[in-house]
């Protein structure tokens, strides 16, 4: 994958992640039932955070660096 398409899936991840948590979406999951305990609501928001985090991990390693990053000045 270049580098080109790598940018743009780390963009798409911003904005994807952006929609993850805005109430439409959040409110979808808001019902009695529970898991381990915990509402199911909240399942899916630590959930989401944690694939997002996963994510962006995967994408940072992917990423070329750029010329002269991380040279001292």
């Known amino acids: 994958m270049d580098r080109r398409k790598l940018e743009s899936a780390a963009l798409f991840l911003t904005i994807f992640g952006a929609l993850l ?3 439409p979406l959040t ?3 808001q019902h009695e ?4 305990g915990a509402p ?4 899916y928001l630590f959930a ?3 694939a ?3 994510a962006a ?4 390693h992917r990423l070329p660096r750029e010329p002269g990053e991380g040279e001292p000045d």
């Open 57 to 60: 991990r995967w994408l940072g």
């Open 33 to 36: 039932q529970r898991v381990l």
């Open 40 to 43: 199911i609501e909240l399942v």
């Open 48 to 50: 989401a955070w944690v």
């Open 21 to 23: 948590f805005m109430p």
């Open 27 to 29: 409110l979808l999951f």
């Open 52 to 54: 997002l985090i996963v």
